[in-house]
């Protein structure tokens, strides 16, 4: 019965409406009346991959200055302004694009309109916010990567497993290069990138569209078209072996880290692969977790994650060691569920399970405003057009235990792949 539901709650289409401003602007409308609330998200496609090897970071930096405030919106008080009107904001950055939103109550539209608007006109990018906002990201990158026990995992296996294409460094960047950038550098950043052609306006919630599209094109109107917006075109070639390394770390307990390469976001191959980690990997019922920690004991943890790059990403798997148990036994404890998986087809039943997982969750996300202006604009960007938000799930659920081996044996490969041992500092010689 609960499988019925779910697949009744997947088939509730996302009604929208999309058209272009002279200036280039995409925007997209979704209207919903169950809440009285709307959502206001703007995707620029400018990520850590769009950034100078010597200025490494100004996407992620710029998610936090373009907060700073405008010619119109005092220092600081862009928050402000969410808040005392009742709502939520927030923003994140990956390799690909840089993505704002707020919620707000639906008679509060005009305000995320406007503040939005003051965003991509005349943002403050100045010394007084650079200085400010390079304080925050310095914070920021001591408690997530430098201070955090294995917090070194995503920058040791990018820049291991990528040698050309700029996603071989995380999108935090480096501090030394964000202080060496000029003013002039982070305003010519933001006119080449943060214009109206490079980015899609989503409006999603309790709306009239007739009435939002008077004030969008209002606010946004006005603001000039920008210059064609550069490419990142490198390719980075196949790995043709596999990379292993040791890294030493403030840890107690010994990791095994494995990333593989995998196909880009939207790439017939994207969809198997994403599954197969998915099955490896996440939850409490995945192989890695059912076998490699609780059947044979090698881990206390098990975890992994996709990057579903618009290039061509990588799925990393990791496992803490059990007190006593080396790494070259945790690792083999791995590869075993890794072999299992190329050479054995994965049965019916297992897949069924996993595709009512995936259901649900894209049910749940799309359950909320906020999830549905994020994965409008995420497919408009990304998947080759925003219709994709209805029929993306289905590449997932036509995936066969055929297509998993299939994948399994191109990608899940040791000469694919990163391996690195994490170890305790007082282990190095």
């Known amino acids: 019965m609960m499988a019925t539901i779910t697949a009744t709650a997947q088939t509730r289409e996302i009604q929208f409406t999309e058209f272009d401003l002279p200036n280039g602007l ?26 100078a090897n010597d200025r490494r970071g100004f996407a992620h930096f710029f998610e936090h200055l373009l907060f700073e405030g405008s010619d119109n919106i005092g220092r600081g008080e862009f928050a402000k302004y969410v808040e005392k009107a009742g709502g939520v904001l927030n923003a994140n950055t990956t390799g690909d694009r840089t993505y704002y939103y707020e919620v707000l109550p639906s008679n509060q539209l005009d305000l995320g309109l406007w503040l939005e608007s003051e965003r991509m006109l005349h943002a403050k990018v100045d010394t007084k916010g650079i200085e400010t906002q390079r304080e925050v990201v310095k914070e920021e990158r001591r408690q997530r990567y430098e201070n955090q026990p294995y917090g070194s995992i995503l920058p040791e296996v990018l820049r291991r497993a990528y040698h050309k294409h700029p996603y071989q460094w995380p999108t935090i960047g480096y501090m030394e290069d964000l202080n060496a950038a000029t003013e002039k550098d982070y305003r010519e950043f933001y006119k080449t990138f943060y214009v109206p052609n490079n980015a899609v306006l989503v409006l999603a919630g309790d709306l009239d569209s007739k009435k939002a599209t ?10 000039a078209k920008g210059k064609a917006v550069p490419r990142n075109k490198v390719v980075e070639p196949p790995m043709t072996g596999e990379v292993r390394d040791t890294v030493y770390d403030k840890i107690q307990l010994p990791a095994v880290v494995q990333a593989y ?7 017939p191959d994207f969809y198997a692969v994403d599954m197969l980690n998915r099955l490896l990997s996440n939850g409490n019922s995945s192989r890695l977790v059912k076998n490699v920690k609780d059947a044979e004991q090698k881990a206390v943890f098990v975890g ?9 990403g990588l799925a990393i798997a990791f496992a803490v060691a059990n007190m006593g148990v080396a790494p070259d036994s945790l690792e083999a404890s791995m590869d075993r569920q890794f072999a299992r998986v190329r050479e054995e087809l994965v049965p019916e039943g297992e897949l069924a399970k996993l595709k009512v997982q995936i259901e649900t969750e ?30 993306e799930i289905e590449q997932y659920l036509a995936v066969t235990p055929a297509d998993l081996q299939r994948v399994a044996r191109k990608y899940f490969m040791p000469e694919n792949r990163v391996v690195l041992y994490y170890l305790p500092l007082n282990q190095k010689n």
């Not at 209207?31 to 609330?37: G, L």
């Not at 390469?261 to 790439?267: N, S």
């Not at 359950?367 to 408009?380: D, F, K, Q, W």
């Open 26 to 51: 995409h925007v997209i409308l979704h209207e919903d009346h169950s809440t009285p609330i709307v959502a206001v998200g703007v995707m620029y496609h400018v990520g850590s991959k769009d950034e």
């Open 261 to 267: 390469r995998i196909p880009a976001l939207g790439t």
């Open 304 to 312: 992994s994650f996709s990057l579903p790059f618009e290039d061509p």
């Open 214 to 223: 008077a004030a969008l094109t209002k606010y946004f109107g006005p603001i």
């Open 362 to 391: 894209h049910a749940n996300d799309n359950g909320r405003v906020s999830g549905i202006a994020h994965n409008l604009a995420n497919a408009y960007t990304f998947l080759g057009g925003a219709d994709k938000v209805n029929t």
